[in-house]
């Protein structure tokens, strides 16, 4: 069973950066697995922040930016914000319309 | 507006069966696969259901197949859920999500928007 692995937490200054990971248990990722970023605020449904490795959703602010560091989709948040605080989740599309969603990484601006 | 309201959740004895519906609007709702998707409390998301366009091809995860079935009826925009031998481990909130699609040159977000989603708590 494909297990799609992200960061627990990560805690980031205000005006810090932060870079998120979401990595495959078994394989590398790569823009063929269409990694998209979603970010969840508590009570709130999930909001797509990235789609497709690296293209900003209409209305994101350009603080967020998607790659592929390594073996590893990345999401990176630039000059962090309080309203940043958030869960995060990637997903993968592992082909025959199956997606896999991350464990989920919450950040934290402090 | 894409808008998506789903209905239909509240407690539910184990064993017990449910169904969920999800009113949309603001799309050709007949163009566009749908999905569920689940978030138990404190939890991450978990993939459960997806239909395409016209109803002909379903998919289900591991963890709930032969107890979900997933529908839609195109003439009143609506995406169903039944659930069925529910389980404590079913409690969550269930999204209806619109499906994303591939142009010549991209493919967007593959859950994209999301409704507010509904509660499920399955307990004695």
């Known amino acids: 069973q494909t297990v799609v692995t992200q960061e627990p937490s990560f805690s980031v200054s205000p005006g810090g950066t932060v870079t998120l990971t979401c990595g495959l248990s078994?394989?590398?990722?790569?823009?063929?697995?269409?990694p998209t970023w979603y970010q969840q605020t508590p009570g709130q449904a999930p909001r797509t922040l990235i789609y497709s490795t690296n293209t900003r959703s209409s209305g994101v602010p350009d603080r967020f930016s998607g790659s592929i560091v390594g073996n590893k989709a990345a999401l990176t948040i630039t000059g962090a914000q309080a309203d940043d605080e958030s869960d995060y989740y990637c997903v993968l599309y592992m082909g025959s319309g199956i997606y896999v969603f991350g464990t989920g990484t919450k950040v934290t601006v402090l | 507006e894409v808008q998506l309201v789903e209905s239909g959740g509240g407690l539910v004895q184990p064993g017990g069966s449910l169904r969920l519906s999800c009113s949309a609007s603001g799309f050709t709702f007949s163009s566009y696969a749908m999905y569920w998707v689940r978030q138990a409390p404190g939890k991450g998301l978990e993939y459960v259901s997806a239909?395409?366009?016209?109803?002909?091809?379903?998919y289900y995860a591991d963890s709930v197949k032969g107890r979900f079935t997933i529908s839609r009826d195109n003439s009143k925009r609506t995406l169903n859920l039944h659930m069925s031998s529910l389980r404590a481990e079913d409690t969550a909130v269930y999204y209806c999500?619109?499906?994303?699609?591939?142009?010549?040159?991209?493919?967007?977000?593959?859950?994209?928007?999301w409704g507010q989603g509904t509660l499920v708590t399955v307990s004695s």
């Open positions: 999500v619109k499906a994303g699609y591939c142009s010549s040159t991209t493919c967007y977000s593959p859950f994209d928007p």
């Open positions: 078994s394989g590398s990722v790569s823009a063929s697995y269409y």
């Open positions: 239909i395409s366009s016209n109803g002909g091809s379903t």
